[in-house]
């Protein structure tokens, strides 16, 4: 599908055409809008609805998905936003600043997914005109924000909404979910509803007591996040320039209401909408004549799948969840995985939280081990930078975690506990930019630790924000401002800025020296550094806290979609959300739902939860790519009744060479999604087996 670019003449038909259906779009009501609430006929606010604020963008100063910029200047122009007044930005100088990311095209974004820059034109440039609507959900503490754009073209007459709930932590402006899930539905003449989760890049200054509205804006009070921290004055007295962040401090373990987040982001859109463009108060659209897609990925993609597990009413036809964060307890009767000609093996139920936890332990001694197996002339992204390996190793030891204290030993004890030889050259990079930050967010959250616990003696700094002699120290915010953090920020710790700096990120506060990020911390001897293996161990044995144990049955998922058209669009080289916790949910549904499930399951080869961008552009290719394959799928089975395709295992080719410089991806690379894939390629699924080709 191309975007609609609109020039002025064409806005004017568009509304010499438009008007007259407009003014005639109320139809005959249905009976009741069953989303969440009884049965009405009448258009009604739900009671724990704000409306924030409303904006109806032009499509050439400013607009829904690029915020002006344009798809041009992004593709090729890697820059970053000025802020005419670093302590007081605009808002749009926040909305831009979060939209404003380099699409890079070798990835295959902008020709075969995203925007198209074929259609491009040199005076709207790919920017799609609409309004913007701002609002919250109001549940007691705990706020979620949601952002529903309307695009200028929105089909009254063939109505669609996609509901798009935020990747990882981010909030509701993450550039990737607006650019390429978002900007899929506005193509398709459907509104687009985001919801945040009840993260929204929540930061929150403890020592100034201010935070952000749902727009940005530093404040003290209408804060999307506010803890109540006892002690306060005292604590930052003793901890200065600390912060707390919404999924690690927020005690509300918000995951658990992942899935009716969905849903009741779906309900806005509904009320929304039929306020728009009813001429009355009756229901215009509802789930009989609307159709309602949830396109998700990473965490974004587990809250898809948990709003298809609670949707007992068939408001949402379709779900797309790629690289989903998945948690499902054990079912009495075993699962089990048969791996090409592997023998059959159960399948564990690890979470995240577990598989990261252990990834933070070993990665830092498994290094060497890493660039021993591989030839000398290939580049082990980031490894270089293990100058202390031998030391976490010794103190894994000594801890009685290893055996002999070899590198080797830790590699393989990854490799035991899921990972695979072919995902060790993304490990070294992994564990460098995510840190002790991912597992922390999740344990923390699960075990609803108060921001002043300091759980496992780490908190959350402001740290060096210049690259020269970095060593991961507390410092005050002088880079950056906090009033431009928001623009910035992912929602994930650390917040980077660039690759060898960082603004925020969690702090080892009894380092043996002075409080610093776990990459330079020692906490076995002063004079060897050790990543802090002292933190990395305590934050392991957390997981069987029965706080943080009851936190992840609240979280747990049932594997019953409801009978939902569903792909799960899993890449097999994932070292972050592994494989098998996509498996095991797929082969727990075929138990629950057996012939009556409609879920299709995608293992996609040489892909990863990273883009396929220098340093890996040699190496992997882009999911993203098999996300919008799978929903147009869905798009046309409902639209036009193509036959969906069977699950499947596709055969994607990295372009191979030396890193830096490969020439892009094309569809030889991107081989997409099968209507009828070779039966060597063909992944079976049946009352809790799962069968895949290796």
């Given at each position: 599908m191309n975007i609609k670019i609109k020039t002025l003449a064409s806005w004017l038909v568009l509304i010499i055409i438009t008007m007259p259906h407009l003014l005639q779009a109320a139809v005959k009501p249905e009976k009741r809008l069953n989303i969440i609430r009884p049965e009405i006929q009448l258009n009604q606010k739900p009671d724990w609805l704000t409306i924030v604020s409303s904006n109806y963008y032009d499509g050439d100063k400013d607009d829904l998905v690029t915020a002006g910029l344009g798809f041009t200047r992004l593709s090729t122009t890697n820059s970053v936003t000025n802020f005419a007044n670093p302590a007081k930005p605009t808002?749009?100088?926040?909305?831009?600043?979060?939209?404003?990311?380099?699409?890079?095209?070798n990835t295959g974004e902008g020709s075969l997914f995203g925007f198209k820059r074929q259609d491009l034109t040199p005076l709207f440039d790919g920017k799609v005109a609409g309004t913007e609507i701002l609002a919250t959900i109001d549940n007691d503490n705990e706020k979620v924000g949601l952002l529903l754009q309307i695009p200028l073209d929105f089909d009254t007459n063939k109505p669609c909404i996609v509901a798009v709930p935020a990747s990882d932590s981010d909030g509701l402006f993450n550039a990737k979910d607006i650019q390429i899930r978002g900007l899929w539905g506005l193509r398709h003449n459907c509104a687009v509803v985001y919801n945040d989760k009840a993260l929204g890049n929540g930061i929150y200054d403890i020592t100034n007591q201010r935070g952000y509205s749902i727009d940005g804006i530093t404040q003290t009070n209408n804060l999307m996040f506010a803890p109540k921290i006892n002690n306060r004055a005292q604590y930052s007295q003793q901890y200065p320039n600390r912060y707390a962040i919404k999924q690690l401090h927020s005690k509300q373990n918000s995951e658990q209401r992942w899935g009716e987040f969905v849903l009741k982001s779906i309900e806005f859109a509904f009320y929304q909408l039929n306020s728009e463009f009813s001429e009355t108060q009756k229901v215009t659209f509802n789930k009989d004549n609307t159709i309602v897609l949830v396109y998700g990925t990473t965490d974004g993609g587990g809250a898809a799948l948990k709003a298809g597990e609670l949707d007992k009413d068939n408001i949402i036809k379709g779900i797309v969840a790629v690289n989903p964060q998945i948690y499902t307890l054990p079912p009495k009767t075993p699962i089990t995985l048969k791996l090409g000609d592997n023998a059959t093996k159960p399948l564990d139920f690890k979470s995240i939280a577990d598989y990261s936890s252990y990834a933070a332990l070993y990665i830092p001694c498994a290094v060497p081990a890493i660039i021993a197996n591989h030839s000398d002339n290939y580049i082990i992204p980031l490894a270089d930078r293990y100058l202390h390996s031998?030391?976490?190793?010794?103190?894994?030891?000594?801890?009685?975690?290893?055996?002999?204290?070899?590198?080797?030993?830790?590699?393989?004890?990854?490799?035991?506990?899921?990972?695979?030889?072919?995902?060790?050259?993304?490990?070294?990079?992994?564990?460098?930019?995510?840190?002790i930050g991912l597992p922390y967010k999740y344990i923390s959250s699960y075990g609803r630790f108060d921001v002043s616990q300091n759980m496992c003696n780490y908190s959350v700094a402001s740290t060096q924000q210049d690259p020269i002699y970095y060593m991961g120290l507390v410092k005050s915010l002088k880079e950056v401002t906090f009033e431009q953090l928001w623009g910035l920020a992912s929602g994930n710790l650390p917040l980077w800025l660039g690759i060898n700096a960082t603004a925020l990120d969690l702090v080892n506060n009894d380092d043996l020296h002075s409080p610093r990020r776990d990459f330079y911390s020692s906490s076995q001897h002063k004079d060897e550094v050790d990543y802090n293996t002292k933190g990395a161990i305590c934050l392991n044995k957390k997981l069987k806290d029965p706080r943080v144990q009851q936190g992840l049955k609240q979280v747990a998922m049932s594997g019953n979609?409801?009978?939902?058209?569903?792909?799960?669009?899993h890449a097999r080289n994932n070292v972050k959300q592994l494989p098998d916790t996509a498996r095991a949910y797929v082969a727990l549904n075929s138990q629950i739902e057996n012939k009556t499930s409609q879920l299709r399951y995608m293992e996609v080869e040489n892909t990863s939860y990273l883009d396929g961008e220098v340093p890996f552009d040699n190496t992997l290719v882009s999911i993203d790519y098999y996300g919008e394959d799978a929903i147009e799928w869905l798009w046309a089975n409902l639209t036009s009744k193509a036959?969906?395709?069977?699950?499947?295992?596709?055969?994607?080719?990295?372009?191979?060479?030396?890193?830096?410089?490969?020439?892009?991806?094309?569809?030889?690379n991107l081989i997409p999604i099968s209507q009828s894939p070779n039966r060597n390629d063909l992944i079976k699924k049946e009352n809790g087996k799962i069968t895949l080709p290796k």
């Open positions: 808002i749009h100088e926040l909305r831009q600043a979060k939209l404003n990311r380099f699409i890079n095209p031998q030391n976490r190793c010794d103190s894994l030891n000594k801890a009685k975690l290893l055996t002999t204290a070899s590198p080797q030993e830790a590699l393989d004890k990854l490799h035991q506990y899921g990972w695979t030889s072919d995902m060790d050259i993304q490990l070294p990079y992994f564990y460098y930019r995510e840190s979609l409801n009978k939902i058209k569903t792909f799960i669009v036959t969906l395709p069977d699950s499947q295992v596709i055969r994607a080719k990295a372009q191979g060479g030396k890193s830096g410089y490969t020439t892009g991806v094309t569809s030889k």
